[in-house]
């Protein structure tokens, strides 16, 4: 759901800068807004209501079915649940284009109610729309995401939390939303806040200057927000915190917390955020705490100690900033180019400014889709290979094997969505991928593979200073 979250604030950004002026028949645009936002919340409590009476029906028969690629249950009632999901977020983006694109809500919020003037109102009244129904729509999916909730612990013979929607909401709120919507507000403020002091759009390279020491700032300091969006208390001492410091020390990785992620149950997920070795967390849901072992758990802690080792993280960056990077290098050596494109969209009978509100962050969309996210899996194969093998780097079949327990009992149980498989491959390929790589001949040539992508994108870069330099 990210992704489609974050391209849908990134179309609503863009869209309101593509200008155009107040346009004609309010009344009735904002009618159609409002029915608009709300297909897709009555769509998912239609949709939950009907998977209950179904469950109900089917209470005591045989629901359980299987995953034939990797022999793991799952029920009728996740998949039923997932493909609801699916639908409501369909639902969700298409309602999305409609008002930006169609009711034309930017050009009623900056040319009707005039409130471009108002540092970062105008883009919040834009946003509003668009993120108010996630919320209705995760109050609707409630009800089934709790019937899940609590089918799980009775498989593990635990005790279900008490329900608590409002806890579910916040969740959802910090969680789906805290990372996208604060750095993007607080780039949009940045330009907001200049163009009252006159930078205007020709001399937007000054913004910049402003803008990326602030984006840095950012990435430096996300680990100490990440801490206050997402409740998280420290893992407590005992044999678990003793052997996941020695694997942080062994692996030369020095973290500065263990955090337990509270998600209520809902989550199952590991993580370690922070460039800087002083601001640098393990993040670990209680739900993943609940269903590993304490090897399993060691397992995964490998898995993400090897993103940080290898620099996963500035890799995935440096891919997506490459096309940027090509731009600016481009209107180096050709300073017409945005002029010369606007002018030929304007000869096809387009607008330029709505043309790019919509092909920017569709071409965005794409490259992160196909090309980011094909190497972002090939960075997961490569973390899933460090988390099988021994100190000396040689694989080590049972680390491997708790490893692959650890995967099936995390992400085994429900059937995978595309969506979920942007940048992370399916269960089956990470599981096929580990028997392939159990011969050493395999690892080198994989490891070869990886090191001539790392040699492409650094030789892409370069290309790009040298033409910019000699242009």
């Not at 002083?278 to 060691?298: F, G, K, N, S």
């Not at 290979?385 to 149980?413: M, T, W």
Request: aromatic share 8%; proline share 5%; net charge positive.
């Amino acid at each position: 759901m990210q992704l489609a979250i974050l391209t849908a604030v990134l179309t609503a950004l863009a869209a309101a800068e593509a200008g155009g002026g107040p346009v004609a028949g309010v009344a009735w645009r904002l009618l159609a807004i409002s029915g608009v936002i709300l297909v897709a919340p009555l769509t998912a409590l239609v949709g939950t209501w009907r998977l209950a009476v179904r469950n109900a029906a089917n209470e005591g028969s045989a629901t359980e079915g299987r995953n034939a690629t990797v022999g793991v249950p799952y029920s009728a009632r996740e998949r039923a649940l997932a493909r609801l999901q699916s639908i409501v977020v369909g639902l969700w983006m298409s309602g999305v284009l409609v008002v930006l694109f169609v009711a034309q809500w930017p050009r009623i919020v900056r040319g009707n109610w005039h409130l471009e003037g108002w540092p970062l109102l105008d883009e919040l009244a834009i946003l509003a729309p668009v993120i108010a129904p996630l919320l209705l729509v995760w109050a609707a999916l409630y009800r089934g995401e709790r019937a899940a909730q609590v089918a799980a612990y009775r498989t593990r013979n635990l005790v279900p939390p008490a329900p608590q929607l409002a806890q579910y909401l916040w969740l959802h709120v910090r969680h789906y939303l805290g990372l996208i919507l604060l750095p993007s507000l607080a780039i949009v403020g940045v330009f907001d806040v200049l163009r009252l002091f006159n930078v205007t759009a020709e001399s937007s390279s000054v913004a910049w200057w402003f803008a990326l020491p602030l984006l840095l700032t950012i990435l430096l300091l996300m680990p100490l927000a990440l801490r206050r969006i997402f409740p998280t208390v420290p893992l407590a001492a005992g044999p678990l915190r003793e052997e996941l410091e020695a694997i942080c020390r062994q692996q030369r990785c020095v973290v500065r917390e263990i955090l337990v992620w509270q998600t209520g149950g809902y989550m199952a997920n590991a993580a370690v955020v922070g460039l800087s070795r002083w601001l640098r967390y393990v993040l670990l849901t209680d739900a993943l705490l609940e269903r590993l072992t304490p090897a399993q758990i060691a397992a995964v802690l490998r898995h993400e100690l090897a993103h940080l080792r290898k620099h996963h993280l500035p890799l995935r960056l440096a891919l997506l900033a490459l096309p940027a990077a090509w731009w600016l290098a481009i209107e180096q050596i050709w300073p017409q180019a945005s002029d010369a494109i606007a002018a030929a969209v304007n000869r096809l009978g387009f607008s330029a400014p709505l043309v790019a509100a919509l092909a920017l962050p569709a071409a965005m969309l794409a490259y992160a889709l196909i090309v980011v996210g094909w190497y972002s899996r090939q960075l997961e194969h490569e973390a899933d290979l460090a988390a099988c093998q021994a100190a000396g780097g040689e694989f080590d079949p049972p680390a491997a094997i708790e490893f692959c327990q650890a995967l099936i009992k995390v992400i085994g149980r429900s059937s995978e969505s595309r969506a979920g498989q942007w940048l992370h491959p399916s269960l089956a390929n990470r599981l096929r991928f580990l028997r392939w790589a159990a011969d050493g001949d395999a690892q080198a040539a994989f490891g070869r593979k990886l090191w001539r992508i790392r040699l492409a994108i650094g030789a892409a870069y370069a290309a790009a200073l040298l033409a910019a330099i000699c242009a």
